[in-house]
């Protein structure tokens, strides 16, 4: 009696455990980065002050970078990353800011080959699940001119705290940036130049994170598609607009990184 009692405690502590920790991090902690990921973090780390300065003294008039986004703040990846983090693809930094005002990092940057994972809205002040509805999202549902209070609530504008995150067994899959190992990083992120500690803590970070996020058309098309809008609480008309997004469909037209599409070309 005794000692089942006791093998049950110590079960469930252990997967207390595990539980409190994002499939993230618990990836992490079975990864040893390979000597090319190494070497190539020793190169990052090496240019990363570099980076950081000239994005301030190289800001064309007309594309000025924008404001720092508060919303990233509890994401682990600001911990080193600008809020928002894309600058090197001119064509697409700017989409892929606006995404990350409503989908999370590791939406479009973890994720690991054969492994279910499903996606729900999160409050990422607290982490808590957020109940899926149409009025999560930006695109707008199909409006009664007349109804004034619906129009209204449309151009509300969005809490871009709530975003669109990976979950594995009902548990979010992302670190929070008041982690322990977050605060650890943070430390070994601060020592002076590229201590051999900080090369493998970023070398270590991004080994499971994919270089490029996926393609538009991984989220929207209507079949197979990344996202279950649906579950996320798109409507039928919210989600057809997404899947059918003339925008995406223009970027669907590059094949190369460095082509370029004119306006009539889409006509041919
Ligand atoms: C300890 C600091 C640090 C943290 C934390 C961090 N990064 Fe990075 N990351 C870097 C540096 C430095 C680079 C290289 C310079 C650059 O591309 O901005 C980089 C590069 C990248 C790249 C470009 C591809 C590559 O591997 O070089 C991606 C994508 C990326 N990070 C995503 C993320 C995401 C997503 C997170 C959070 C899960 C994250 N990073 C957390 C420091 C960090
Ligand atoms: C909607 C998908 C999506 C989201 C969300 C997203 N990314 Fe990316 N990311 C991409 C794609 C696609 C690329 C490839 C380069 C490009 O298209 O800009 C990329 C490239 C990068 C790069 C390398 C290129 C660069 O501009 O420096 C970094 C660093 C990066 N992402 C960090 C992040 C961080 C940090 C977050 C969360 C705050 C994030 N990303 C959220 C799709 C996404
Ligand atoms: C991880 C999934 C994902 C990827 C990848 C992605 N998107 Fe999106 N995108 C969304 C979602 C979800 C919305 C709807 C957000 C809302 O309505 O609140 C959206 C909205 C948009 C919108 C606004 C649509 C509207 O009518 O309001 C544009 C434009 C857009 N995406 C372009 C792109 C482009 C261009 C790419 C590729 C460079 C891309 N997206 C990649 C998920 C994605």
């Given at each position: 009696?005794?000692?089942?009692?006791?093998?049950?405690?110590?079960?469930?502590?252990?997967?207390?455990?595990?539980?409190?920790?994002?499939?993230?991090?618990?990836?992490?902690?079975?990864?040893?980065?390979?000597?090319?990921?190494?070497?190539?973090?020793?190169?990052?780390?090496?240019?990363?002050?570099?980076?950081e300065?000239?994005?301030?003294?190289?800001?064309?008039?007309?594309?000025?970078?924008?404001?720092?986004?508060?919303?990233?703040?509890?994401s682990?990846?600001?911990?080193?990353?600008?809020?928002?983090?894309?600058?090197?693809?001119?064509?697409?930094?700017?989409?892929?800011?606006?995404?990350?005002?409503?989908?999370?990092?590791?939406?479009?940057?973890?994720?690991?080959?054969?492994?279910?994972?499903?996606?729900?809205?999160?409050?990422?002040?607290?982490?808590?699940?957020?109940?899926?509805?149409?009025?999560?999202?930006?695109?707008?549902?199909?409006?009664?001119?007349?109804?004034?209070?619906?129009?209204?609530?449309?151009?509300?504008?969005?809490?871009?705290?709530?975003?669109?995150?990976?979950?594995?067994?009902?548990?979010?899959?992302?670190?929070?940036?008041?982690?322990?190992?977050?605060?650890?990083?943070?430390?070994?992120?601060?020592?002076?130049?590229?201590?051999?500690?900080?090369?493998?803590?970023?070398?270590?970070?991004?080994?499971p994170?994919?270089e490029?996020?996926?393609?538009?058309?991984?989220?929207?098309?209507?079949?197979?598609?990344?996202?279950?809008?649906?579950?996320?609480g798109?409507?039928k008309?919210?989600?057809a607009?997404?899947?059918?997004?003339?925008?995406?469909?223009?970027?669907?037209?590059?094949?190369?990184?460095?082509?370029?599409?004119?306006?009539?070309?889409?006509?041919?």
């Open positions: 009696m005794y000692s089942r009692a006791l093998v049950f405690m110590i079960l469930s502590s252990f997967s207390a455990l595990l539980a409190a920790e994002g499939l993230y991090l618990q990836t992490l902690k079975q990864t040893e980065p390979t000597e090319e990921q190494l070497q190539k973090s020793l190169k990052t780390v090496d240019e990363y002050k570099k980076i300065r000239r994005g301030e003294l190289e800001v064309p008039p007309f594309h000025k970078r924008t404001a720092e986004d508060d919303s990233l703040g509890n682990f990846c600001t911990t080193c990353h600008l809020s928002p983090p894309h600058t090197k693809s001119v064509r697409s930094r700017t989409f892929m800011n606006m995404h990350t005002q409503y989908i999370a990092c590791e939406t479009c940057h973890f994720r690991p080959e054969n492994v279910p994972l499903n996606y729900q809205w999160q409050d990422t002040r607290d982490g808590s699940v957020v109940a899926a509805s149409t009025g999560l999202f930006r695109q707008t549902i199909k409006l009664d001119k007349k109804d004034k209070a619906a129009i209204l609530a449309a151009e509300k504008p969005k809490n871009t705290f709530l975003k669109i995150t990976p979950y594995y067994q009902q548990q979010a899959v992302n670190l929070r940036k008041d982690s322990e190992f977050s605060k650890q990083t943070k430390a070994i992120w601060q020592q002076a130049k590229k201590t051999p500690e900080k090369v493998e803590r970023r070398a270590l970070i991004h080994a994170l994919t490029k996020g996926p393609n538009c058309q991984a989220c929207h098309i209507d079949k197979e598609a990344l996202l279950d809008l649906a579950i996320l798109a409507d008309y919210q989600a607009k997404i899947q059918n997004n003339i925008v995406t469909q223009f970027f669907g037209r590059y094949k190369e990184e460095d082509q370029k599409i004119r306006i009539i070309d889409l006509l041919k």
